[in-house]
Nanobody
Framework: HVQLVESGGGSAQAGGSLTLSCEVS????????MGWFRQAPGKEREGVAL?????????IYEDSVKDRYRLTRDNKKNTLYLQISNLKPEDTATYYC????????????????????WGQGTQVTVS
């Protein structure tokens, strides 16, 4: 049974930084795509950053965040990290970690397909 546990959200001031963490359990190896999505009030959920399995290429980002978001994956700890720098009020959203048992996420955020498993979400509020 695959589970994801997110942490690291909270309130922060514009210009600051936050790091979100997502620990995944239930896979037997590291061959899974994983990433972060967010949903702001009144908006649809959107993908912001994803990373494929080791050897599947580097992270892919939504265009509006690629200069401030950094996604890393620690396969020994089965943990995904999203560092957000130079926080802006428009970063305010509930952030969800998600994964699916595919080696490759896709070439771009718009072509990543459907995720199978989701975390409970962690709130980020920037003022």
């Amino acid at each position: 049974h695959v589970q994801l546990v997110e942490s690291g959200g909270g309130s922060a001031q514009a210009g600051g930084s936050l790091t979100l963490s997502c620990e995944v359990s239930g896979f037997t190896d590291s061959r899974y795509c994983m990433g972060w999505f967010r949903q702001a009030p009144g908006k649809e959920r959107e993908g912001v950053a994803l990373i494929s399995s080791p050897g599947g290429g580097g992270p892919i980002y939504e265009d509006s965040v690629k200069d401030r978001y950094r996604l890393t994956r620690d396969n020994k700890k089965n943990t995904l990290y999203l560092q957000i720098s130079n926080l802006k009020p428009e970063d305010t959203a509930t952030y969800y970690c998600a994964t699916r048992g595919d080696f490759f996420c896709g070439p771009t955020i718009a072509h990543t397909g459907t995720m199978e498993y989701w975390g409970q979400g962690t709130q980020v509020t920037v003022s």
